[in-house]
T-cell receptor, first 117, second 117 residues
Framework: DAGVIQSPRHEVTEMGQEVTLRCKPI?????LFWYRQTMMRGLELLIY????????DSGMPEDRFSAKMPNASFSTLKIQPSEPRDSAVYFC???????????????FGPGTRLTVL | AQTVTQSQPEMSVQEAETVTLSCTYD???????LFWYKQPPSRQMILVIR??????QNATENRFSVNFQKAAKSFSLKISDSQLGDAAMYFC??????????????FGTGTRLTIIP
């Protein structure tokens, strides 16, 4: 299995620009998670989907952030407009959720390092 | 809300020796999962080991083992025969199992492990 795939690996943009991060989960997994890692706040969940439906988006910092999962093999996290404080590493993770037992282990992608100038 | 505490920001160990990383957590739930993830300089989050709270037996994966003390809410990671490749940030994480749809991982702040040749 190829694992969770994220693109781009690095993104440098200027304040005010739109940024789109992409994620392809492991085939067969039905839960997808977006995390952000910063020095100040550590690793925090932004949003997660189950069967392509957003379940918990309470971690999305503000309306500038949006996430979609149009099908089981693709998700995007968009920031518009971007700000310097959005600079972080963004991780996508996926897992296989069993309805009666909760989710199994989450497997992480390599992350996207975003720098907003 | 659950919290995870890693009180050791940095640890070092001589190659081939044994080191223990500490993790404590706070929860009112009786059933849950605990994880240790490793993040080497490549940034990739790699699962090291997981423990189901309902299992009394401590999990073991090759040179990695845990000391799970449920009553004390403690979940330490022991690395035996430390190798240079073990150098990384190690994150302890908690996940609820009681409610489907509450699948997010709550992470500690991490412990940076250095291996001394």
């Amino acid at each position: 299995d190829a694992g969770v795939i994220q693109s781009p690996r690095h993104e440098v943009t200027e304040m005010g620009q739109e940024v789109t991060l992409r994620c392809k989960p492991i085939s067969g997994h039905n839960s997808l998670f977006w995390y952000r890692q910063t020095m100040m706040r550590g690793l925090e969940l932004l949003i997660y989907f189950n069967n392509n439906v957003p379940i918990d988006d309470s971690g999305m910092p503000e309306d500038r952030f949006s996430a979609k999962m149009p099908n089981a093999s693709f998700s995007t996290l968009k920031i518009q407009p971007s700000e310097p404080r959005d600079s972080a590493v963004y991780f996508c993770a996926s897992s296989y959720a069993l309805a009666e037992a909760g989710t199994d282990t989450q497997y992480f992608g390599p992350g996207t390092r975003l720098t907003v100038l | 809300a659950q919290t995870v505490t890693q009180s050791q920001p940095e640890m070092s160990v001589q190659e081939a020796e044994t080191v223990t990383l500490s993790c404590t957590y706070d929860t009112s739930e009786s059933d849950y999962y605990l994880f240790w993830y490793k993040q080497p300089p490549s940034r990739q989050m790699i699962l090291v080991i997981r423990q189901e709270a309902y299992k009394q037996q401590n999990a073991t994966e090759n040179r990695f083992s845990v000391n799970f003390q449920k009553a004390a809410k403690s979940f330490s990671l022991k690395i035996s025969d430390s190798q240079l490749g073990d150098a990384a940030m190690y994150f302890c994480a908690y996940r609820s199992i009681s409610n489907f749809g509450n699948e997010k991982l709550t992470f500690g702040t991490g412990t940076r492990l250095t291996i001394i040749p």
